[in-house]
């Protein structure tokens, strides 16, 4: 089983609409969530970490439910330049290293 | 301020060659990481080092994969020889803190023939 596993999609969003896709890990003891965005033959940028009580980057909103071990990310009014793949991430703070999820494609179309 | 900068691009070998990466990461960054993504498959961490020691090289696939970070400052990956399955896009990224945000360089591309 994977550590981190996302939905690959692609998921097909007219422009101005709402996306929402999630992702679930394995290991309880992971410590630190994130979104990243990856354009296409680009290195992964952070887009935003994900706190336990919720949080909100502008029209992005991340959620963590650690109980059933998945992240959210909802993303509202979205923008052509949202067109991305979205990878899930997590972390042991104590070691550095990050988990990958394979990453969840997002085109949005006008 | 500088972002994370590796080198080459892009490098084409044919198998049992010999090949080396360079990353060079943020200034003041302690820790650099290397990470690999092969075709159709997520990115995987290889190794984290802390200044010039290796905190940490569990990712590493075989003995074919050496990196080094002499000084504390740049870092290359070797690998020698390389095979076909070694092809594909090797990401490097640092951080004040392992806690800290990880920045990426914008990747290697390998291709091993």
């Known amino acids: 089983r994977k550590e981190v596993e996302q939905d690959p999609g692609p998921f097909n969003v007219p422009e101005g609409a709402t996306v929402a896709f999630n992702c679930t890990y394995s290991?309880?003891?992971?410590?630190?969530f994130f979104w990243y965005r990856q354009d296409c033959r680009k290195e992964p940028k952070l887009l935003m970490s994900?706190?336990?009580s919720g949080n909100e980057d502008g029209r992005f909103t991340a959620q963590l439910n650690r109980a059933s071990q998945y992240i959210s990310l909802l993303i509202r009014d979205s923008k052509l330049s949202d067109s991305a793949t979205y990878l899930c991430?997590?972390?042991?703070?104590?070691?550095?290293?990050?988990?990958f999820g394979a990453g969840t494609q997002v085109v949005v179309t006008p | 301020e500088a972002g994370v900068t590796q080198f080459p691009s892009h490098s084409v070998i044919e198998k049992g060659q010999t090949v080396t990466l360079r990353c060079d990461p943020i200034s003041g960054h302690d820790n650099l990481y290397w990470y690999r993504r092969v075709m159709g498959k997520e990115i995987k961490f290889l190794l984290h080092f802390v200044k010039e020691s290796k905190q940490d090289e569990s990712g590493m696939p075989n003995n074919r994969f050496l990196a080094e970070r002499t000084g504390g400052t740049y870092s290359t990956l070797k690998v020698q020889p390389a095979e076909l399955e070694d092809s594909g896009v090797y990401f490097c990224?640092?951080?004040?803190?392992?806690?800290?945000?990880?920045?990426f360089g914008p990747g290697t591309r390998l291709t091993v023939l």
């Open positions: 994900v706190y336990s």
């Open positions: 990224a640092s951080s004040r803190a392992p806690q800290d945000t990880q920045y």
């Open positions: 290991n309880s003891a992971s410590q630190s």
């Open positions: 991430v997590v972390n042991r703070v104590s070691w550095g290293k990050l988990q």
